[in-house]
């Protein structure tokens, strides 16, 4: 079966730094890459979309990369800032519409 | 902005008790979705409806379950003989006219078996 492996520590970095998020699976390669945003006791909140022929996607502050080869999508937030402290999850879309979650990686911006 | 909403927040039921979570996908989406996530585990997918029928379902997805478009707005997760491993946070989403476009998901349902 399909595994998306997402850094279960939690990231901490100080305000302003870059912050970088991994996701790896193994197996097939998806038609689409997407990453969440998730705060406690909420439901995720999308944030991009990367398609399999696609290298890097950006959108204001944050950028992802998708790479094939490795079998890796990096999600980077740029000059951090406290209120991105959330938990990030990656998300692949396989067949029609089914999609799988990583377990998400926990980001604390410190100020 | 228009969003999706979940009906109850939470609901508390007995093991073998069947119950009925109920979701309003934004109004002009085609894509609707089940994901449910215990706590302090991963999002898990359970199924995707699409033109009236189930496209995709996972493993999880048993005969245990079963899903509705009632009418025009609902979209309905039925759970028969709850057992106590089906407590969790149920997540119903939605999307627009490609499957691929963004899943807009509503605040959850806490479901909680006793």
């Known amino acids: 079966s399909q595994k998306i492996e997402q850094n279960s520590e939690a990231l901490n970095i100080q305000e302003g730094k870059t912050a970088t998020l991994t996701c790896n699976y193994t197996?097939?390669?998806?038609?689409?890459l997407q990453w969440y945003r998730q705060d406690p006791g909420r439901g995720p909140v999308f944030l991009l979309l990367?398609?399999?022929?696609?290298k890097e996607k950006r959108k204001e502050r944050l950028k992802v990369t998708f790479d094939t080869t490795l079998k890796q999508s990096l999600f980077h937030i740029t000059a951090s800032q406290p209120a991105d402290s959330a938990t990030y999850l990656c998300?692949?879309?396989?067949?029609?519409?089914?999609?799988?979650f990583g377990s998400g990686t926990k980001l604390n911006v410190k100020p | 902005e228009p969003e999706v909403t979940q009906t109850p927040s939470h609901q508390v039921t007995q093991m073998g008790q069947e119950v009925i979570l109920r979701c309003v996908p934004i109004?002009?989406?085609?894509?609707f979705y089940w994901y449910r996530q215990i706590l302090g585990q991963k999002v898990e997918f359970l199924v995707s409806?699409?033109?009236?029928?189930?496209?995709?379902k996972s493993e999880i997805f048993d005969d245990q379950f079963s899903v509705e478009r009632p009418d025009g707005s609902n979209f309905t997760l039925k759970i028969r003989s709850t057992k106590l491993e089906d407590s969790a946070m149920y997540f119903c989403?939605?999307?627009?006219?490609?499957?691929?476009?963004?899943?807009?998901f509503g605040p959850g349902t806490r479901l909680t078996v006793l």
């Open positions: 197996n097939y390669s998806p038609a689409y």
């Open positions: 990367i398609r399999e022929n696609e």
């Open positions: 998300a692949l879309l396989y067949n029609f519409n089914k999609f799988y």
């Open positions: 409806f699409y033109n009236n029928e189930i496209s995709e």
């Open positions: 989403a939605s999307s627009g006219t490609l499957s691929t476009d963004t899943q807009y």
């Open positions: 109004s002009n989406h085609l894509y």
